[in-house]
Structure formats: C-alpha cells, structure tokens
C-alpha cells in the first residue's frame, strides 16, 4: 500500500481544492508532513482513514469474476467511441448492438470491433422492439437536455423532444432487466433536482426501482482520468429484490 501521497492527489481524491487544503492546514483539521526521503509536503496514508470516502484504500479487494450462468446481452445507446461498452466487454457480457448517429464514432467502433453490431442513425429512428426480450441491459450517456415542466405528471409523455425520452422508449420497447445510464454531476443539482426527479418519475412509470444515484470518480477505477460520473442504476421491478453492488474501488489511484 502507498504511504504518502502529495497534497495534488489528496484533493483529486477528496473532490476538493488545494487552497481548501490549505484552509485545513491551517485550522489543524489535515495538516501535511515532510516526506521521510524528498522532504515534500506530503501526507500519509493514516491521516487520511477518517474521511469516509476513501476508506477502501485500507481494505482488499476480490477482482475474482464469477462466470454468469447465462449469455447477457447489453445494448449501448449513445455509444461515442466505445468506452462504455469496452467495460460491459471486460465484465465478459455480450454487446448485442451499439447506437451512435456520429459517423466518425461509428467507424471507429467498426474498426476496432469488426464484429460488433453497429447501428449508425439518429436514435428516434429506430424501432427497438425487435429486440424486446434478447436484451437484458440497456445502458448509454444520453446528453442531458433541460425539460419542459408543463406537463403535470412530468412523466414520460413529458420528455418528448428530449434524447432521454428516446432513451426511455428504447427501455420501454425492450424491457431490458436492468438499465444504467452515466451523466456529469450536474445533473444532480440541475433545475434544484426537479430534472433527475423526472428522470425517476418515467423509469418508476415504466416499471423500474431506481437506486439512489451515485457519483463515481474514474481514477479509482482504473482509469487514468480525474472525470467523475453520475450512475443512475434502474433494476426492472419483478428483479428489484436481488441486491445490486456498485463495484469496489481500487487501492491504487
């Protein structure tokens, strides 16, 4: 396990700044030490256990993958280069086919999986339920677009006009077990949460429990970016009472 940690990794991973850093010096709260070689301003590993948040650095960690019992089939809405639907491969599930109406993503998913279906059109466009019932996950980035309120349900009749209705028809055409969507962070706050409460609202109206939102920062997974992401996980009702586990972050940043 890695002792010491500079002041700039300490406040990518706490999502803070560096003058808030300071702050904390300052008021006692973190205070840095000298690094025992360099003599850098650095901090060691046990002053950072009681910040909740970083707490799976002190445990370990299975990477064992159990073989699923059966084939699962992944649609990737909203697909760009492939990077979503690189990690559904890694997890040994199946793309069935991948969306984009980019025409550079698409060759480039062509290009570097020949074998996967790609479907290359605007997504209103397309009918999706000749997939109904081949598809068990339907995942995508849908850009996320501010809402008309007019309506009084605020249910899925009123996102029309919006890429997260087409996201919510794929769903309701293909009845997919479960459904995850990424997004930034914003979309948490955006409209004092009245958007990601619409969000809900539609995936509840089409038969899905949605699982409290969680904000995931790449570095931790492997990833070598400081982007953080926001999950939204939708487990289809009659599969709801199966617990689902986010997966468990790396040690190693």
């Not at 990518?12 to 008021?27: A, F, G, I, P, Q």
Request: aromatic share 12%; with cysteine; net charge positive.
């Amino acid at each position: 396990m890695k002792e010491h940690y500079a002041i700039s990794e300490v406040a990518d991973m706490l999502s803070v700044s560096k003058e808030t850093l300071r702050r904390w010096d300052k008021n006692g709260k973190l205070q840095p030490v000298r690094h025992p070689i360099n003599n850098y301003r650095v901090y060691h590993i046990d002053q950072l256990k009681p910040f909740e948040q970083l707490g799976f650095l002190f445990k370990t960690r299975s990477d064992q993958n159990e073989e699923p019992l059966i084939p699962y089939h992944v649609a990737e809405l909203f697909a760009g280069a492939g990077g979503l639907a690189l990690g559904w491969e890694r997890a040994g599930l199946e793309c069935a086919f991948l969306n984009d109406n980019d025409k550079w993503a698409c060759r480039t998913l062509k290009k570097n999986r020949p074998h996967w279906n790609v479907i290359c059109d605007d997504i209103g466009q397309i009918d999706f339920r000749p997939f109904r019932h081949q598809i068990q996950v339907v995942t995508g980035g849908f850009p996320c677009q501010a809402f008309s309120y007019a309506g009084k349900k605020m249910g899925f009749n009123d996102t029309r006009g919006t890429l997260f209705y087409e996201y919510a028809r794929a769903i309701k055409e293909m009845n997919p077990v479960l459904c995850i969507a990424e997004n930034v962070r914003g979309l948490l706050a955006h409209d004092e949460g009245r958007t990601i409460g619409v969000m809900k609202n539609v995936l509840n109206e089409l038969g899905y429990t949605i699982l409290e939102p969680r904000i995931l920062k790449t570095m931790f997974y492997q990833v070598p970016q400081k982007r953080e992401r926001l999950i939204i996980v939708a487990i289809r009702n009659d599969f709801s009472h199966i617990p689902f586990e986010f997966p468990q972050p790396y040690s190693k940043i």
